[in-house]
């Protein structure tokens, strides 16, 4: 039981990119380059941005919920989120953000504080949320947290 919660847990924070945001990307590859096109000063630069980030949204989605060097994978999906968020989500650049009434920097501004969230997620699990925990990871970054393991208590 206690290694499917743990399972679970993870599934539910790489759920957004495993399989939504990858395979979106990969049914609507044009649509993302062209949207990356907004950012990138040329396609094949956007082409390059979206199939990097396929490759970060897949392989380390997959290193977290194996438990191998889930610690670094973390922390790149932590970085992840911040620079889409830095990048794509940049609410004080609209316009029109209002607290009240129809806004869309408001909108997005919540898009921003999500991902920022997602972040400090990925950077809990990766054990950055304990200055022991920080020491850990760099220790040994590409360590794993075992997060399968069931260890005996003691009485």
């Not at 082409?47 to 897949?58: H, P, Q, R, S, T």
């Not at 989120?81 to 408001?106: E, I, N, V, Y």
Request: hydrophobic fraction near 55%; include cysteine; charged fraction near 15%.
């Amino acid at each position: 039981m206690e290694v499917l919660v743990a399972f679970l847990v993870r599934l539910i924070l790489v759920l957004l990119f495993l399989p939504f945001s990858a395979l979106d990307k990969i049914v609507n590859f044009s649509g993302a380059v062209c949207q990356a096109s907004e950012m990138a000063p040329s396609r094949t630069l956007a082409k390059l941005l979206i199939l990097a980030g396929l490759f970060v949204e897949i392989v380390m989605s997959l290193a977290i919920l194996a438990g191998l060097a889930d610690r670094a994978a973390a922390v790149v999906l932590a970085l992840y989120c911040m620079a889409t968020a830095l990048l794509w989500k940049r609410f004080w650049a609209k316009g029109d953000f209002a607290f009240t009434g129809p806004s869309q920097g408001r909108e997005t501004m919540w898009d921003f504080l999500k991902n920022f969230a997602l972040a400090g997620g990925f950077l809990v699990l990766a054990g950055c949320g304990s200055a022991e925990g920080t020491r850990a990871f760099l220790a040994d970054p590409l360590g794993s947290t075992h997060p399968y393991a069931i260890t005996e208590m003691s009485p």
